[in-house]
């Protein structure tokens, strides 16, 4: 076991592109860290830096006291598990798992006595004999952990480990994976594009964008206080809503409406007077007016048409659209629009739609008029030209 | 047309194809099974069955020594080539160079050559090397003309592998070499079987380098020898003999193909990744 240190990292590839950029990033001894990303954006090529499987330009790569630039990946000591899992297809499922520490030259009952308890730690007992081509695709994955684990490795590298699974495996090997991550206390560096999995997951996640670190903070961290308007975009499901807005004076304007600015936004903010601006507000910080109750002064009430309604269960889902006002282009709206493609589908400034997370008591009917609510004091706002969230207050 | 007369049409025509195919080799057997005036006889089936041609080569010590030159230096070829062709097309299919695609096209460019065109200057290097008319002279040659061929299969083969399988085993502790060989190579093994029958049969089948190259019953391979077959007797037509020495060597490929047949189609690498 040991920490992980990346020192300014830096891959360029002989065409001169950068698919990481002077990244630094420390992983204690134990911890378990998310590095997540839109497809493209160095996180994988970061994971395999670290595992040996990719050389690293500039910067230094330490793992333990050690440093590790210019060793193999054998003699690294990591584990590494694959997206496509990479079992060895003519081994025998016993065979894949203990293939790492025959080639150690290791005793062999200690090789049957470690696979037999990291198959008993992923319920793999019956399967021992088997080859990967007879094993669902659930079990390929848990075959692929597995031979992570009994190596008892200083780090566990995982890149996109659960991408290839259904949709309701995925969430039961998740869990999986936080269970077997508390039980061993191994280092581990998990590379992923949902975000849903990095904020499950993690003690801490990495948000990279085009080879930059973005943030490195916990769950809640990056989702209460995003240092800019990717990581905003990027993190919470459904995404933040963002729309032009301007602070005059002690308000702040939005296509909704005025908003009496709460003194600390105001203390932030208050150098940004006059100029154009992007205000960021998450889905659950507006309202059904009717339920707000004591708090409707924190915030300000408006009317807006319902074009879409889904009803959830345990919370209403509103969709509806502002008028556009001035358009307001920030390259890193675009790239969370380009990414949206993926699933999450954050809702652009430019084209003034909004989701907004009502209580289910709610009355409001689709493709009705509707007073709603919004939360002043948890809105967001952003420089759209540098991106930097002027309310995170760094 | 009726499904019926269709699939009538349709074996009539197979069995018309497989005929005009195996005739030839039905013809060698049935000639290698008469002796004496039967070998002047047209009749399909021999009038008196007899295995007198068979026992008479393997009585000749110039046949046996002909099958066992035959049998070293083709199994020599099939490994020396596999051996190199492995590595050759390993890095054609992993390694990233400059005029990779030229490289690959010269080296299969190499199977058009006429192999007449180098009997003469080979004939000439070999005397005055030395290795003229010895089982390893032959070697070199019958390499550079199944190394091409090899190389191109397996290179294609190592290029189906995927690359994270590799990385995995580098990952798991295991040196390239070591990665190579107990990952690429056993999941290689239709086109390490397909490339080597390949090999082994040209090997076997070779003439013309064979006869330059070799002039005694010492060195020389079994189609060479069989040119200088003269039978059991001086004046005896040697036909019969030649036939049964013929159906002798045919048969080993025959079963070589029958019984890997069904490894080189077989995929191997099912289940290696999500598939």
């Given at each position: 076991m040991a920490d992980i240190k990346l020192e300014h990292i830096t891959k360029r590839y002989?065409?001169?592109?950068?698919?990481?950029?002077?990244m630094t990033l420390e992983i204690r001894d134990g911890e378990f860290v998310i590095l997540v990303?839109?497809?493209?954006?160095?996180k994988s090529t970061a994971l395999r830096m670290v595992a040996g499987l990719e050389p690293i330009s500039e910067g230094e790569l330490k793992i333990g006291a050690q440093?590790?630039?210019?060793?193999?990946p054998k003699d690294r000591d990591v584990a590494m598990v694959f997206q496509n899992y990479?079992?060895?297809?003519?081994?025998?499922v016993r065979d894949n798992m203990g293939f790492a520490l025959k080639l150690r030259g290791a005793d062999q009952s200690d090789i049957s006595r470690k696979v037999d308890e990291a198959a008993h730690i992923l319920d793999l007992d019956e399967h021992l004999?088997?080859?990967?081509?007879?094993?669902s695709g659930g079990q390929r994955q848990r075959v692929a952990m597995g031979r992570a684990i009994?190596?008892?490795?200083?780090a566990f590298l995982m890149d996109e480990?659960?991408?290839?699974?259904?949709a309701k495996l995925r969430v039961q090997m998740r869990t999986e994976v936080s269970r077997l991550q508390q039980r061993l206390g191994t280092t581990m560096i998990y590379v992923t594009h949902d975000q849903t999995e990095a904020m499950t997951l993690g003690d801490r996640v990495a948000v990279m964008r085009a080879g930059v670190l973005q943030q490195v903070a916990t769950p809640m961290e990056l989702y209460n206080r995003p240092r800019n308007i990717f990581v905003a975009g990027f993190i919470g499901s459904p995404a933040m809503n963002f729309m032009p807005a301007t602070v005059e004076g002690e308000h702040i304007k939005l296509p909704v409406g005025d908003v009496r600015m709460p003194p600390e936004l105001r203390e932030r903010a208050?150098?940004?007077?006059?100029r154009p601006l992007l205000a960021g507000i998450r889905?659950?910080?507006?309202?059904?007016a009717a339920l707000v109750g004591d708090a409707r002064d924190r915030g300000c009430s408006f009317t807006a048409k319902i074009e879409v309604l889904e009803a959830m269960g345990s919370e209403l889902y509103a969709h509806f659209t502002t008028e556009a006002g001035e358009r307001i282009e920030s390259p890193e709206l675009q790239e969370l629009a380009a990414d949206a493609?993926?699933?999450?589908v954050p809702n652009t400034g430019d084209e003034g739609q909004i989701t907004a997370r009502l209580d289910p008591a709610s009355k409001v009917r689709q493709g009705e008029e509707a007073e709603l609510w919004v939360d002043a004091t948890k809105l967001h706002l952003f420089d759209p030209e540098s991106g930097r969230n002027l309310t995170a207050g760094d | 047309m009726g499904d019926r007369a269709r699939g009538i049409l349709m074996w009539l025509a197979v069995v018309g194809v497989v005929v005009f195919c195996l005739f030839p080799f039905y013809w060698l057997i049935n000639t290698s099974l008469k002796t004496g005036s039967d070998l002047n006889s047209a009749s399909l089936v021999p009038p008196n069955l007899s295995f007198d041609n068979y026992t008479s080569i393997f009585e000749d010590s110039n046949f046996t020594k002909a099958l066992r030159n035959s049998i070293i230096v083709s199994a020599m070829t099939t490994v020396c080539a596999l051996i190199v062709g492995s590595f050759a097309g390993y890095a054609l299919a992993r390694l990233r160079f400059r005029f990779k695609f030229l490289l690959l096209a010269i080296i299969l460019s190499?199977?058009?050559?006429?192999?007449i065109a180098i009997a003469a200057p080979l004939f000439k290097l070999w005397t005055d090397t030395g290795i003229?008319?010895?089982?390893?002279?032959?070697?070199p040659p019958f390499l550079a003309f199944t190394l091409p061929l090899t190389i191109y299969i397996l290179a294609s083969f190592f290029k189906e592998i995927p690359r994270e399988l590799e990385e995995a085993a580098l990952v798991d502790g295991a040196t390239r070499f070591q990665a190579f060989r107990r990952v690429v190579v056993p999941l290689s093994g239709p086109g390490l079987v397909t490339a080597g029958l390949l090999s082994f049969i040209w090997a076997w089948n070779e003439f013309l380098l064979a006869i330059t190259l070799t002039s005694s019953p010492?060195?020389?391979?079994v189609p060479p020898a069989l040119a200088f077959f003269t039978g059991?007797?001086?004046?005896?037509?040697?036909l019969g003999t030649i036939t049964a020495a013929t159906v002798v060597v045919t048969v080993p490929l025959v079963i070589l193909v029958l019984v890997f047949q069904r490894r080189i189609v077989a995929g191997l690498t099912a289940g290696a990744v999500k598939g």
């Open positions: 002989p065409d001169g592109y950068e698919a990481v950029k002077d990303g839109p497809s493209g954006c160095g440093t590790v630039n210019e060793l193999e990479a079992l060895y297809p003519h081994m025998s004999e088997r080859k990967p081509s007879q094993l009994v190596r008892d490795p200083a480990p659960l991408s290839n699974l259904d208050g150098r940004a007077d006059g889905p659950e910080s507006f309202e059904d493609g993926a699933g999450e | 190499i199977t058009t050559f006429p192999p003229y008319d010895t089982i390893v002279g032959l070697i010492n060195a020389r391979p059991s007797q001086k004046f005896e037509v040697p």
